[in-house]
């Protein structure tokens, strides 16, 4: 009899370490949890800390705000020749890209090539093109659409 008291203490024993741990283990999930959303925000502020916006536009410089209305994403390249571009960025369909050019060029072509066709994939158009008129301390909004 003495033999299984002596057994069941030590079971006893045993749950309430293994209680004891589960708790301890518990309570460090819920304090990680409620962390979870802080420790999130604080990474995301500080991976943002770095980067500061310009407030202003340089002195000479124009905006140009494009905006993709095709139904594909489209490689953006701004010329100031019709044939002489330079690509200034990527555009899915509905986004805006903004982009600062020398007002001295009097205006600019805006031209979207479709990226699923630079890699050898079927739309329905080679490119969309838009001229934009440059003015001092104005914006120049291009809208690329295909019909």
Do not use: K
């Given at each position: ?12 024993a045993q749950e309430t370490r ?10 460090e999930w819920l304090t990680v ?47 100031v020749g019709a044939f002489a ?63």
């Amino acid at each position: 009899m003495s033999a299984l008291l002596a057994l069941s203490d030590h079971r006893i024993a045993q749950e309430t370490r293994r209680a004891a741990t589960m708790a301890a283990a518990e309570a460090e999930w819920l304090t990680v949890r409620r962390l979870g959303p802080l420790l999130t925000a604080s990474i995301l502020l500080m991976s943002c800390a770095g980067r500061q916006r310009p407030s202003a536009l340089a002195p000479g410089n124009c905006a140009v705000v494009v905006y993709d209305l095709t139904p594909h994403a489209l490689e953006i390249r701004l010329g100031v020749g019709a044939f002489a571009s330079t690509p200034v960025g990527m555009l899915n369909p509905g986004e805006v890209l903004n982009y600062a050019v020398p007002c001295a060029h009097g205006g600019v072509w805006v031209t979207g090539i479709p990226i699923p066709s630079q890699v050898g994939a079927r739309v329905s158009f080679r490119s969309v093109d838009a001229w934009a008129a440059l003015v001092p301390g104005a914006r120049a909004d291009v809208a690329l659409q295909w019909p």
